[in-house]
Protein backbone atom coordinates (compact mmCIF):
# COMPACT_ATOMS: atom_id res chain seq x y z
CA UNK A 1 0.00 0.00 0.00
CA UNK A 2 2.98 2.39 -0.99
CA UNK A 3 1.81 5.86 -2.59
CA UNK A 4 3.26 6.94 -5.34
CA UNK A 5 7.14 7.95 -4.96
CA UNK A 6 7.47 11.95 -5.11
CA UNK A 7 3.37 12.22 -5.20
CA UNK A 8 1.67 13.94 -2.34
CA UNK A 9 -1.74 12.00 -1.86
CA UNK A 10 -4.74 13.55 -0.39
CA UNK A 11 -7.15 12.63 2.16
CA UNK A 12 -10.00 11.91 -0.45
CA UNK A 13 -7.35 9.82 -2.46
CA UNK A 14 -6.24 7.92 0.68
CA UNK A 15 -9.55 6.97 1.12
CA UNK A 16 -10.60 5.95 -2.24
CA UNK A 17 -7.69 3.77 -2.38
CA UNK A 18 -8.56 2.26 0.96
CA UNK A 19 -11.62 1.13 0.06
CA UNK A 20 -10.55 -0.02 -3.11
CA UNK A 21 -7.89 -2.21 -1.24
CA UNK A 22 -10.86 -3.23 1.62
CA UNK A 23 -10.71 -1.68 4.16
CA UNK A 24 -13.20 0.30 5.89
CA UNK A 25 -12.13 3.32 7.65
CA UNK A 26 -14.86 5.08 10.57
CA UNK A 27 -15.11 7.28 13.18
CA UNK A 28 -15.67 5.85 17.07
CA UNK A 29 -15.73 8.78 19.18
CA UNK A 30 -12.77 10.88 18.65
CA UNK A 31 -10.75 7.90 16.97
CA UNK A 32 -10.23 6.94 13.45
CA UNK A 33 -10.96 3.00 13.22
CA UNK A 34 -9.65 0.68 10.31
CA UNK A 35 -10.64 -2.81 9.57
CA UNK A 36 -9.18 -5.28 8.92
CA UNK A 37 -6.31 -3.89 11.46
CA UNK A 38 -4.30 -6.99 10.73
CA UNK A 39 -3.57 -5.54 7.07
CA UNK A 40 -1.75 -1.88 7.92
CA UNK A 41 1.58 -2.03 7.35
CA UNK A 42 3.35 0.51 9.25
CA UNK A 43 3.74 2.60 6.33
CA UNK A 44 -0.33 2.54 6.22
CA UNK A 45 -0.41 3.82 10.08
CA UNK A 46 2.01 6.99 8.83
CA UNK A 47 -0.40 7.71 6.71
CA UNK A 48 -3.07 7.67 8.20
CA UNK A 49 -1.49 9.90 11.49
CA UNK A 50 -0.73 12.46 9.14
CA UNK A 51 -4.09 12.66 7.14
CA UNK A 52 -5.94 11.61 10.81
CA UNK A 53 -7.76 15.35 10.61
CA UNK A 54 -8.94 15.04 7.21
CA UNK A 55 -10.06 11.78 7.23
CA UNK A 56 -12.25 12.67 10.27
CA UNK A 57 -13.77 15.59 8.57
CA UNK A 58 -14.66 14.00 5.73
CA UNK A 59 -16.31 10.71 8.05
CA UNK A 60 -18.14 12.79 10.14
CA UNK A 61 -21.75 13.74 9.65
CA UNK A 62 -23.63 16.38 10.72
CA UNK A 63 -27.43 16.28 10.96
CA UNK A 64 -28.84 19.50 10.93
CA UNK A 65 -32.03 21.38 12.05
CA UNK A 66 -35.27 19.69 10.19
CA UNK A 67 -32.90 16.47 9.67
CA UNK A 68 -30.56 17.09 6.73
CA UNK A 69 -27.77 15.09 7.37
CA UNK A 70 -24.31 15.74 6.05
CA UNK A 71 -20.63 15.82 5.92
CA UNK A 72 -18.67 17.91 8.17
CA UNK A 73 -16.47 18.54 5.37
CA UNK A 74 -19.20 19.86 2.93
CA UNK A 75 -20.53 21.99 5.96
CA UNK A 76 -16.89 23.64 6.02
CA UNK A 77 -16.44 24.04 2.74
CA UNK A 78 -20.21 26.26 2.34
CA UNK A 79 -19.18 28.36 4.95
CA UNK A 80 -15.77 28.67 3.91
CA UNK A 81 -17.14 29.96 -0.12
CA UNK A 82 -19.58 32.08 1.74
CA UNK A 83 -16.99 33.68 3.93
CA UNK A 84 -15.36 34.21 0.59
CA UNK A 85 -17.63 35.80 -0.99
CA UNK A 86 -19.45 33.20 -3.68
CA UNK A 87 -22.54 32.32 -3.83
CA UNK A 88 -23.31 28.24 -3.82
CA UNK A 89 -26.67 27.75 -6.00
CA UNK A 90 -28.14 24.75 -6.09
CA UNK A 91 -28.70 23.90 -10.28
CA UNK A 92 -30.50 20.62 -11.48
CA UNK A 93 -28.03 20.71 -14.81
CA UNK A 94 -25.26 20.07 -12.69
CA UNK A 95 -26.30 19.87 -8.56
CA UNK A 96 -24.36 22.87 -7.58
CA UNK A 97 -22.91 25.65 -8.99
CA UNK A 98 -20.90 28.33 -7.90
CA UNK A 99 -20.47 31.94 -8.74
CA UNK A 100 -18.00 33.61 -9.65
CA UNK A 101 -16.17 30.86 -11.14
CA UNK A 102 -13.41 33.30 -12.31
CA UNK A 103 -12.46 33.42 -8.98
CA UNK A 104 -12.19 29.75 -8.08
CA UNK A 105 -8.82 27.75 -7.96
CA UNK A 106 -8.00 24.40 -9.02
CA UNK A 107 -8.06 22.92 -5.53
CA UNK A 108 -11.32 25.02 -5.05
CA UNK A 109 -13.01 23.07 -7.99
CA UNK A 110 -11.58 19.58 -6.79
CA UNK A 111 -13.37 20.39 -3.96
CA UNK A 112 -16.74 21.45 -5.36
CA UNK A 113 -16.92 18.24 -7.15
CA UNK A 114 -15.90 16.15 -4.90
CA UNK A 115 -18.95 17.44 -2.52
CA UNK A 116 -21.38 18.74 -5.03
CA UNK A 117 -24.36 17.11 -3.80
CA UNK A 118 -24.13 17.82 -0.78
CA UNK A 119 -23.18 21.55 -1.44
CA UNK A 120 -26.33 21.23 -3.63
CA UNK A 121 -28.26 19.77 -0.52
CA UNK A 122 -27.18 22.52 1.54
CA UNK A 123 -28.14 25.49 -0.86
CA UNK A 124 -31.80 24.11 -0.81
CA UNK A 125 -31.68 23.54 2.95
CA UNK A 126 -34.32 25.69 4.78
CA UNK A 127 -33.76 25.42 8.48
CA UNK A 128 -37.03 24.33 9.72
CA UNK A 129 -38.36 22.42 6.80
CA UNK A 130 -37.83 18.35 7.23
CA UNK A 131 -35.67 17.23 4.81
Known amino acids: MAGH ?5 SAVDLLDRLR ?7 VAG ?8 DRVSPELKDELR ?12 VTLKGGLVAPLAALRLGWE ?11 PAVYVRVE ?31 A
Open 30 to 37: DRLRIRPA
Open 100 to 130: PTVRLTAEDRCRIHRWRVHLAALAEYEPGVP
Open 20 to 26: ADGFDLV
Open 81 to 91: LEDRGFAVVAD
Open 50 to 61: QRRDELVEMLTY
Open 5 to 9: VGQVE
